[in-house]
């Protein structure tokens, strides 16, 4: 069956360091959509990719959706405080419209030390 | 605050309750989700409705019980849960389909005991 691995599970960064996390996909997706999650909180939605090859910043995050759509990744610049939580992307098959299509990664708990 | 309501927030319950977990989105949205979000465990898709029509059921157990009277209001009924069960239980909706941005409430945390 179609799987989502996101990597890394756990990241610690001091302030101020970058981040990045990665989500990679067995089978082509028609879209990704990453959210963020902070403690005790919900998902949020941050951004969707459809298009191959499509990045897109807000801020300090920059979003990439690979060439083959099949790999995405969310990277952040100069962490701060304010970015502690669980990042998790959202993947989409490509066969139709099809709730049963969508796959979710585990998620990266990012921790930032001040 | 997204606009989608969950009630209660904590729940806690014996295997042999009947109980009932209720969303509420006050976005003007035609499609709700429930999901289930385990410790260490991706988010997992439980049920879809559009304009209040089921259109999922990721295999979920039949002991989990969805109801849609308007698309405005979601329910989860609960029935002989497992200690399994327990989890975090997030509804979430969306304008009109899965491929759209998904607006989440803030969840249920659910124990079975």
């Known amino acids: 069956g179609q799987q989502v691995m996101q990597i890394p599970q756990y990241q610690h960064v001091q302030e101020g360091e970058d981040f990045t996390t990665y989500c990679n996909s067995s089978?082509?997706?028609?879209?990704i959509q990453w959210y963020k999650q902070r403690p005790g909180g919900h998902p949020v939605f941050l951004i969707q990719?459809?298009?191959?090859?499509e990045v897109k910043k807000q801020k300090r995050l920059t979003f990439q959706f690979g060439e083959a759509k099949k790999n995405s990744s969310l990277h952040i610049t100069a962490t701060q405080t304010t970015d502690v939580g669980t990042y998790f992307c959202?993947?989409?098959?490509?066969?139709?419209?099809?709730?049963?299509?969508?796959?979710f990664g585990k998620g990266t708990k990012l921790s930032v030390k001040p | 605050e997204t606009g989608v309501t969950q009630t209660p927030r904590h729940l806690v319950m014996g295997m042999t309750n009947k109980k009932s977990l209720k969303c509420e989105q006050h976005?003007?949205?035609?499609?709700m989700y429930w999901y289930k979000q385990s410790a260490k465990k991706p988010l997992e898709l439980m049920f879809v409705?559009?304009?209040?029509?089921?259109?999922e059921n990721n295999s979920v157990p039949s002991r989990f019980s969805p109801e849609c009277p308007n698309s405005s209001h979601l329910f989860l009924h609960l029935h002989t849960l497992q200690p399994e069960d327990s989890a975090l239980y997030l509804c979430?909706?969306?304008?009109?389909?899965?491929?759209?941005?998904?607006?989440f409430g803030p969840g249920t945390r659910l124990t079975v005991l």
């Open positions: 979430a909706s969306s304008q009109d389909t899965v491929e759209e941005e998904q607006f």
């Open positions: 409705y559009n304009f209040k029509e089921q259109t």
């Open positions: 990719l459809v298009k191959s090859g």
């Open positions: 976005l003007g949205h035609n499609a």
């Open positions: 959202r993947g989409e098959g490509i066969y139709g419209g099809s709730q049963g299509n969508l796959i």
């Open positions: 089978t082509t997706l028609s879209n």
